[in-house]
């Protein structure tokens, strides 16, 4: 988009230059103010790449902070004999089941001792897996590759229709969300569900289920809407990837594996 | 020629030595200012430069060649305003660690003048916003947050006016809607007033009362909700408001790749400008003013 500029005003100010200088002189003396006016405007936006220097005292200045968040997230807190992908699974996968069952582990002895009440089970979203755990050592940049934001644990309290509606959600988006391995989902060859227990025992329609997810599936994330409403919401002041660091702490080797928690059975 | 230097020299032996500098400058310098305005958004921790295996943002980003190409841009127009609108904190581990030191550390060091407040800047909480601004040597811009009811009381301004070569650049700040998007348990008593009507007014004071001859807001409100046209958007506060010259956005990581230009409520050009995201890109926009009224009808320059 282009204005032109008026050219003709140009040539008249050239020509009264004269009075218009006097007559400003005069303007700028009585007023002391110049009213100014923008005539062009001229944008662009410059890529930051290699091709630019580093400012040296910044990098300088960078560097000691740089050097201790390496060594910090450097650390190694566990290992992987294998590489674990959330491509690897149908309905469930390695990582998958690690990290919801590492939020029951982890949240459920703070929920029992801030509540007195124990969690059903979890869930969480395929999503929100935001890297592999590689074969090799675990370090605390794992956790933060896996894990990058800041969602935290939040307890929901489900009657029996709300955990039907989760089911149903499940069946149509036929993905691999991490589920723990309190729950049981089998769906036939068409997504049907043949087979719900909790902890080992059917839906019962009377009982409030209380199952641990994040703050962003409490909030409709991933059109997760079957959390609202609820019989009571609850926090443990914990983040997802806070629960990976101390999970992973405890343990020398992971050893995640594909299980049948979460399955459908396909015709053969 | 010669008459002006008559004209010059008998002026400043004359009336106008009272004045000093004032009166020769007005006549020597050939009047015509250029303001460079550079801006960032949404830099979410991102200090380093990306790795090589990074995908599309490989070996893009990093402060310190955005702190080199600034100070390059700064040599050639000193009369450059630094801002930023907004989410300065989280999304690397440098926010996990020091909690936001750094970024306002770094901030402080490329001379930033002004930042507006993301929703991701109350990550730490209010207090952990607080907590961080001793190491920010910038202003603090937000006319739509109503802070007098937490520890940020007195630390935010709705606006600041710089002057850069006698030329008032007027800036305010727009924050989005907290409630929803933010544990209010992070943003506690922050109150959220309507953006449109704040920036109408903000404009109305800068322009009439401040007597600004540039107005720029900088906001976090996001570029455009297609699926929501009545959200408070920057797109929507540049057609609805007046004398607003440059909306500088966030939020939305909208790579434009050069500023949109819009109508204003009276169907003058406003430039609504954002550069994404994880400082991959600097905005850079340089206004060109000369003296005298502005023409009734307006016949303006812009090359985008």
Request: with cysteine.
């Amino acid at each position: 988009m282009r204005f032109q500029k008026n050219c003709k005003a140009e040539l008249i100010s050239k020509a009264v230059m004269k009075q218009f200088v006097l007559c400003f002189i005069c303007l700028a003396v009585f007023s002391c103010q110049k009213q100014y006016y923008v005539n062009k405007i001229e944008g662009e936006r410059l890529e930051i790449n290699r091709d630019l220097e580093s400012d040296s005292t910044v990098d300088a200045f960078i560097a000691p902070y740089r050097k201790h968040l390496n060594a910090s997230l450097d650390s190694i807190i566990s290992f992987a004999p294998a590489t674990y992908s959330k491509k690897d699974g149908d309905l469930n996968t390695a990582i998958g089941n690690l990290m919801a069952d590492a939020v029951y582990q982890e949240c459920n002895p703070i929920f029992k001792k801030r509540y007195n009440k124990t969690i059903d089970f979890v869930l969480l979203n395929h999503g929100g897996i935001r890297a592999e755990i590689p074969k090799g050592p675990v370090t605390l940049r794992t956790a933060y590759e896996v894990m990058p934001f800041e969602n935290a644990v939040v307890i929901v309290g489900l009657k029996a229709d709300a955990i039907l509606k989760m089911v149903e959600y499940l069946s149509e988006v036929k993905r691999a969300h991490p589920l723990s391995k309190q729950i049981n989902i089998t769906f036939n060859s068409s997504y049907e569900l043949e087979q719900l227990t909790i902890k080992g025992a059917p839906l019962d329609m009377d009982k409030t289920y209380y199952v641990a997810t994040n703050d962003y599936l409490y909030n409709g994330g991933d059109k997760m809407v079957f959390f609202k409403p609820n019989e009571g919401v609850f926090d443990v002041d914990y983040k997802i990837r806070n629960v990976l660091i101390d999970h992973f702490k405890k343990i020398d080797t992971l050893r995640p594996k594909i299980d049948d928690r979460f399955i459908r059975k396909v015709l053969k | 020629m010669k008459r002006r230097d008559f004209i010059k020299q008998s002026l400043a032996t004359s009336a106008l030595t009272s004045l000093g500098g004032l009166g020769f400058d007005l006549l020597t310098a050939s009047n015509k200012k250029k303001i460079t305005i550079l801006h960032t958004n949404d830099v979410h921790s991102h200090i380093d430069p990306f790795g090589p295996n990074d995908g599309r943002n490989a070996n893009k980003g990093g402060v310190a060649r955005r702190a080199a190409l600034i100070d390059t841009i700064r040599q050639e127009n000193p009369n450059t305003l630094l801002l930023d609108a907004g989410d300065i904190f989280q999304g690397t581990p440098y926010f996990n660690y020091y909690g936001g030191e750094l970024e306002f550390k770094l901030m402080s060091m490329l001379k930033y003048d002004a930042a507006t407040i993301g929703n991701h800047d109350f990550d730490n909480g209010i207090e952990g916003l607080l907590k961080q601004l001793p190491h920010a040597k910038f202003d603090f811009l937000s006319a739509n947050y109503d802070f007098s009811n937490t520890v940020m009381d007195g630390h935010v301004k709705p606006y600041e006016i710089f002057v850069k070569d006698n030329i008032r650049i007027g800036v305010f700040g727009l924050g989005i809607e907290l409630n929803g998007l933010v544990d209010k348990r992070m943003y506690k008593e922050t109150k959220y007033l309507n953006p449109l009507e704040i920036a109408q007014d903000m404009a109305r004071i800068l322009k009439q009362e401040k007597k600004c001859d540039l107005i720029i807001c900088l906001s976090h409100l996001g570029y455009d909700y297609k699926n929501r046209k009545e959200k408070p958007s920057d797109l929507n506060i540049a057609k609805s408001t007046q004398d607003i010259d440059l909306i500088i956005g966030g939020h939305t990581h909208t790579f434009l790749p050069k500023p949109t230009i819009i109508k204003n409520a009276i169907d003058k050009p406003v430039l609504v400008n954002q550069v994404g995201a994880y400082g991959l890109y600097l905005g850079k926009i340089d206004f060109y003013l000369s003296p005298g009224q502005q023409p009734k009808s307006e016949h303006k320059t812009i090359l985008v």
